[in-house]
C-alpha cells in the first residue's frame, strides 16, 4: 500500500536484534528507507554495527546523548551525506538503577534529571536538528509506555519520564504541524528487551501484560516497526500528537 523507497530515516536506540529501535530499522528499511543507525559507545558497537551492516546502512555513527557534541555531529553527517530526513526514530531511556528502582517519591534530583535528559530532552534536541533537514515535511518518532498515564508496579520513576516525553510530543506535533512534520509516541505493552530488563520484577510485568491483553500477546518488534513504517509513509500525513498503543489492546483492560 506504501512505499518509502528513498526515504533518508535516522534510528537511534539499537542495542540488539531484539531492542523496538531494530524492529523499527528493519521495517523502514524492508519498505524502501535509507538509514543511519547509531550506536551508543566503543563497547555496543560490535553488537550494532553487524546489524546496520546488515541492513545496509549508509552511516553508523557512535551517539550518546550525555556527551556534548555528538548528537550535533550525526546531524551534520546526515546533513552532508543526504542533505535532508524524512525520519526520525527516538528509542532511548535511561535512569541510574537506584532511582529506577526506588519510589517515586524518594528519587534523587540527580536521578531525576538524567533520566529526563536522556529519555525527554534528548528527542526534543533530536527534533529541533532535524526540523531543518525536512523542509518539505517529516515524521518523529519516540517509544513511550502504558505506565506513563497509569500506576504500573515497578515501573516507578519512569512513569512521570514518559508521561512528560509523551506530553512533549503533543507540543512538538502542534508546533511542527505547519511545516508537515509530524510527531507521534510509539506505546508498546512490555515486551523483552535489554533496556526493560533493568526494570525490578520484569517477567511479572510480562506475565500480567499477556494475560490481560485481549489477544493475550505480548506486542513484538516486528509489530512496532510495521506500525513505525507506516507512520513514516506520506499515507499517514495527516495523523501526528497521537500516543499509539500496539499493545495487544493491553491498555482498554481497566
Keep these: 500500500m506504501f512505499s518509502l523507497n528513498g526515504f533518508k530515516a535516522l534510528v537511534v536506540g539499537v542495542a540488539n536484534d531484539q531492542s523496538i529501535a531494530w524492529g523499527c530499522a528493519r521495517a523502514l528499511r524492508a519498505q524502501g528507507a535509507d538509514l543511519a543507525i547509531t550506536y551508543l559507545n566503543e563497547k555496543a558497537e560490535p ?55 526506588g519510589r517515586v517519591v524518594d528519587c534523587s534530583a540527580k536521578g531525576f534529571s538524567q533520566a529526563m535528559d536522556v529519555s525527554v ?24 509506555f502504558y505506565g506513563s498515564e497509569k500506576v504500573v508496579e515497578h515501573y516507578n520513576i519512569m512513569g512521570p519520564v514518559k508521561a512528560a516525553l509523551e506530553s512533549v510530543t503533543r507540543y512538538m506535533a502542534a508546533e511542527l504541524g505547519p511545516k508537515g512534520i509530524s510527531v507521534h509516541a510509539l ?24 494475560e490481560r491483553a485481549p489477544t493475550h500477546a505480548l506486542a513484538t518488534i516486528e ?8 507512520l513514516a509513509s506520506h499515507e499517514a500525513r495527516n495523523v501526528t500528537g497521537v500516543v499509539h498503543p500496539i499493545d495487544g489492546g493491553y491498555q482498554i483492560i481497566g
Excluded: N
Aim: hydrophobic fraction near 50%; proline fraction near 6%.
Design 47 to 101: 553488537h550494532v554495527r553487524p546489524l546496520a551492516e546488515e541492513l545496509g546502512a549508509e552511516l553508523i555513527l557512535p551517539l550518546d546523548v550525555a556527551q556534548a557534541g555528538q548528537l550535533e555531529s550525526v546531524f551534520a553527517r546526515i546533513d552532508e551525506k543526504w542533505g535532508r530526513l524524512d525520519t526520525l526514530v527516538h528509542a532511548i531511556a535511561f535512569c541510574p538503577r537506584d532511582d529506577l528502582h
Design 223 to 230: 509489530d512496532i516497526g510495521a506500525y513505525a513504517a507506516f
Design 121 to 144: 530532552h534528548s528527542f526534543m534536541r533530536m527534533v529541533r536538528l532535524a526540523e531543518p533537514l525536512m523542509p518539505s515535511g517529516g515524521t518523529c518518532m519516540t517509544v513511550s
Design 187 to 210: 506505546s508498546p505493552g512490555p515486551l523483552a528487551t535489554r533496556a526493560a530488563s533493568g526494570i525490578d520484577h520484569f517477567d511479572e510485568i510480562l506475565a500480567l501484560a499477556a
